[in-house]
Every structure is written in structure tokens, then in C-alpha cells.
DNA sequence: GTTTCTTATATTGTCGACAATATATACTAA
DNA sequence: TTAGTATATATTGTCGACAATATAAGAAAC
């Protein structure tokens, strides 16, 4: 409904082809139920309803369905045929074998960035790292991972990588997820700082061309995270007195 | 069109839900059409006519596109908005960046295969081991290698590691690609006796529960096969004199 | 002859309607 | 009252038709 594209407004006066831009309905139309989710507007576990979000959305149910199918197949839906899909909610089982996978993707993420970022990228990824850390001491610690600050850290030595692959599944499918998680538990993480000094030391190993030590780092990095949340799993279940599986 | 599932044909006789099956025409048709990419019947590159594969299967323009949007999911066409879908051509670098993401995933897969398959899983994979050794000495490696009697042996240890993320994202996804890359490429291994011998080096890891040893095996053992297929590009652009960059 | 613009054709994207399935409601029988 | 069954309702899956875009064919200008 917003932000309707420069070119696609108004009467298109040659017959040359949209080379790039080109959104389609279904396609916006996944981009915002998708924000919807991660935002936790729709609910962890809720139905999805076509007609009612097709109305949501003032489209047909055609490009609704094609929005849904992408949403699936990140799976940030699961849909079981002739009954509909539900928003996802992560077992604590789910969260952690994303931690598994994370632990081997990025790790050679950042190990094939070692090698393949630019020397200006290494310097812009230092600047980003010192204005987190500025930002840490100023918050205490809670407005940078709040405020997604982490991710982009990730983000940014994921794409250094330059392997399509590994950016496609990390920054389409499982960091769309991870956000969804966090909406859904709202945890806080206790270990700001310590990852802080984690990411400084990766960002050296970058810096120095080893991308052996570079894999070390991130595995132990987010091999350390999964720790910590199993920890907080494991003091939730007690807390609330429920056995967790 | 074949394996009509045993309770779809037949009235339904009462109003429970078909808790399994289920298969609805966009899979069905999805599934057909991913078989015939693989097998190269739909040539690699190849325009996706929606009006023609309607025909083809039999089916509306509907579902159809549902499965093209499938296809997309797992990376076996590229959809242009307007313009319609491909068959994937993966080029050099697309196929190296798949032997690193497999490198990782599949790295991880044994680490957890190492502590998550039981003991007569671990029986069951050593079986289809020997009887592969049997195959190899019989055909000299070729059939094995063609037969993708290979591809068995890995997935076995992916759906070993119990990791659901990791097996969807190995076994419905990068495999296919794997597959696809082998007919448009046509290549034989020239390694398979010492692919045999490190799947069982890999074996006995598991068997000995060293995940961390299982992990270091798998990777070398897939990173040696991306070094041979860089070695055998090499080779192929020299012979044509074409320089791939 | 080549290039540019115009027209025509084909394909994709979207819509509304119908069919098939599942879920909810009402009813009957024990 | 409860279990089971039959009806009614709602939702999903599928279809055919229309609109928008891109590609191909043809005409005009240089």
C-alpha cells in the first residue's frame, strides 16, 4: 500500500523491460507478513487465515498463497495440506539445532572471509564494532543486543564470505528465524560483554588472514551462546516446574 | 501418475482428517518436475513454460506455479518477476560454493552422527559400506559413482545427526543441486577407491563415538572431492582454451 | 542496411468462482 | 450424560478468465 516505486507509477513510455526493481504483489506481499512475524504482530502459533489476510492485505488469494508458500519455505510457517499453516513456533529442540547449524555455516563464513574481505570491509566491520562498543558502555549492555546490533555483525562477516550459498541460507532462511525466536522467548542474553570481546577477537583474525583461527573463533562464539542458552533453558524448565523433553 | 497413495482412490467413510498422506497436486506435480530436472529430461537453462508444463502434467496454471515457486525454494530454477523461470545453470563458482557450504553442514552432521545414531544404525551403515566395497571391486568404481550409491552413504549420516534443520536443508535442497550438477557436468569421479576407504575411516570415527575426529574426516574427505573438481575444471578450461574466470 | 519506434503476440501476474476437504454444530442412540 | 453419527459451515485447493508486462514482428526514418 505504501511506498509505491518510482517507475511503477505513471504509464511506462518505452518497451524496454524493468531490468531490475519489478516487486511483485506476492512478493511485497511476503516481505510484510514476514515483518509481521518477526515483529510478533502475528503471533508464534497462530493460524493464517487466507481469506482474512487476503483481506488484511487488499490482495486476491493467489498472490497470498505465493506469499505464504515463500513463507514456508523459510520456514517461518508450516502448512499441512488442506488445512492451513500456522506461524511456527520453535521447541526448544528446534532452537538449538539452528545453533548447530549456525555453528558450521558461520564458521566457514568466517573463515572463507579471511580471505575474501577487502581490506576497506575489514576497516568498516572495526568501525561498526567500536561504535557497538561505545554503544555498550553507554546502555549497559542491553541496547546492543536489544536492538539487533549483533546481527549485523554476523550479517556483515557472513556477506564477506562472498559465497552466495552460505549468505542465502544464513541471511534468508535462519536469521529470519533466529528473530522470530526472539520474539517468542524474549530473552535477554547475559554474556554482552564477553561477546563483545568475542567479535573483537574474530574481527583479528580477519584482520591477519586466518581464516583457520577465524573458524575457531565464530564455532566457539555462537558454540558459546548455545551454552548459554541451554543454561537459561534449563533454569526456565526448573522455575516453572513443567519438564521440558 | 504413478503411486496412487492406497487411500485417496475410494470414497472417504467417515469425517477424520487424513492425518498422513494428503498429497495435494502442487506437490505431486512439484515432485515430477524436480525429478525430471535432476535427471536432465528438463535440460539445464531451459525456459519453465507455464502454459506447455500445464499441458504437460495435466494440470492448471495454478498449482503449477506453486511447484515452479517449490523449485525456486530449493534453488533448481531462478524466477525473473515478468519474465518467467529457468532450470538452473550452475556455473563453477556456484558449484565450488556448494562443496564449502557441504564441507560445513555435512562436517556437523557427523560430529552429531557420532553421538545420535544407535548402535544398529551404525550397524546398518557399515553393511551398505561392504556391500558398496563388493560393488566397486566388481565394476571398477564407475557404477558405484553413477548409481549414486555414494549419495546413499551421506545421507545416511546426515539424517544420522538427527538434526532436523540439517537433514532439510542437505537432503531437500543442496543433494538435488548435487545431483542436477552431475548431469549437466557428466563427471566421473577418479577417486572413488579412496572415497571408499575414507568412508570408512569416517565410519569407524562414528562407531568410536569421536565426534570431533568424525567432523575433521568428513570435511577432508569433501574437501578433497572439491579440489579434485577444481583440479578437473582446470584441466576443462585449458582443453577448450575457454578461460572461466 | 541499420536503428528506432510502433504494433502484435505470447507469457506472466492477478482475480473471482467452484470443488474438495476439514472443522464445527446439531442430532440420535445408548 | 456421553458417544457416535449426520448435517452444515468454513477453509483450502484448483480452475478458467482477465490484466499487465515482456518479447517478437513489422514499419518508418536516417
Known amino acids: ?18 531490468t531490475e526493481g519489478a516487486i511483485t504483489i506476492a512478493e511485497s506481499v511476503f516481505r510484510q507478513i514476514r515483518q509481521a512475524i518477526v515483529e510478533g504482530s502475528i503471533p508464534t502459533g497462530s493460524k493464517i487465515s487466507e481469506p482474512e489476510l487476503a483481506k488484511t492485505y487488499g490482495v486476491s488469494r493467489g498472490p497470498l498463497r505465493e506469499a505464504i508458500g515463500r513463507l514456508e519455505a523459510c520456514s517461518l510457517v508450516v502448512r499441512k495440506p488442506n488445512v492451513g499453516a500456522r506461524v511456527m513456533t520453535m521447541s526448544n529442540e528446534q532452537l538449538l539445532d539452528i545453533y548447530y ?22 576497516d568498516k566491520l572495526r568501525e561498526l564494532l567500536s561504535m557497538h562498543g561505545s554503544e555498550i558502555e553507554q546502555e549497559h549492555g542491553q541496547a546492543y543486543f536489544q536492538k539487533e546490533g549483533d546481527l549485523d555483525f554476523h550479517y556483515r562477516i557472513i556477506k564477506g564470505s562472498k559465497n552466495e550459498r552460505l549468505i542465502n541460507l544464513l541471511c534468508n532462511d535462519l536469521y529470519y528465524q533466529m528473530r522470530l525466536y526472539r520474539y517468542q522467548f524474549g530473552m535477554r542474553s547475559r554474556r554482552v560483554p564477553r561477546a563483545y570481546n568475542e567479535h573483537e577477537y574474530i574481527v583479528d583474525a580477519i584482520a591477519n588472514r586466518d581464516g583457520e583461527m577465524a573458524e575457531l573463533l565464530m564455532r566457539s562464539h555462537i558454540r558459546s551462546s548455545r551454552k548459554n542458552i541451554e543454561q537459561m533453558l534449563k533454569e526456565k524448565a526448573l522455575a516453572t516446574g513443567s519438564n521440558a523433553s
Open 1 to 18: 500500500m505504501e511506498s509505491p516505486s518510482a517507475f511503477s507509477s505513471g504509464v511506462r513510455r518505452s518497451h524496454q523491460p524493468d
Open 101 to 122: 547449524v549456525r555453528e558450521a555455516l558461520e564458521g566457514m563464513a568466517a573463515r572463507l572471509a579471511a580471505t575474501q574481505m577487502s581490506d576497506t570491509e575489514i
